[in-house]
């Protein structure tokens, strides 16, 4: 497993060393003792989620207050255009995004700590993204940034209109500057 570091310290990605033979190949994808070496952290799961997603689809960006969740989270099947936000106030990098391509061509996990925002937009004709995350969802703790808030900067490479949840798309969603907690 090796460690790439991000723009944002806190944010980090994985690429798990892959075992590949005539059958097919095999990997570890998640160790928790090589994940503390790594890392230093220790976290706890309590929750796998699985999303299948059509092209052009965008999720989030969410983040929960009062629980938040840290998120380790693959694709294993296409590929995501995959998009993280700090949202802690009192942080030096608040509002600050890292963006970084998902596949199950590439194999990279993410992990998202507590208070940061994460969505992504699917880039191939189907992706499904597997995660772990450390609290349980909590539907009303959760906040919803503006995916496209022209504030965060990010170049979503769409083709075409793209796939949002009426929740993403005029529910909840509000613009980093309105963002209070
Ligand atoms: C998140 C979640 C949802 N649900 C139910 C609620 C809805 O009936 C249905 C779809 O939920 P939602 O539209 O919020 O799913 P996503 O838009 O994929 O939400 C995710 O989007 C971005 C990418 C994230 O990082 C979060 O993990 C998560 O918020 O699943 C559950 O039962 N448990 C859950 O943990």
């Known amino acids: 497993m090796k460690l790439i570091q991000t723009a944002l310290p806190e944010v980090l990605v994985f690429e798990p060393q892959v075992f590949g033979d005539e059958r097919g190949f095999f990997f570890e994808s ?37 629980r938040p969740q840290a998120k380790l989270i693959r694709v294993v099947a296409g590929s995501v255009f995959d998009v993280v936000v700090d949202m802690r106030r009192a942080a030096p990098t608040f509002g600050r995004a890292v963006v970084t391509e998902l596949s199950a061509e590439n194999r990279r996990q993410i992990w998202v700590p507590p208070g940061f925002a994460h969505g992504f937009l699917a880039t191939s004709d189907h992706a499904e993204c597997l995660y772990k995350t450390t609290d349980y969802w909590s539907p009303e703790n959760e906040r919803t ?22 929740k993403d798309r005029e529910g909840r969603p509000f613009a980093l500057a309105e963002a209070v907690e």
Do not use: C, E, K
């Open 145 to 166: 940034l503006m995916w496209n808030d022209p504030a965060l900067g990010i170049d979503w490479p769409l083709s075409g209109a793209p796939i949002v949840s009426p």
């Open 30 to 66: 998640f160790n928790v003792r090589r994940f503390a070496d790594l890392t230093g952290l220790h976290p706890q799961f309590v929750q796998d989620n699985h999303s299948r997603s059509a092209q052009n689809v965008v999720r989030g960006l969410h983040y929960q207050v009062g």
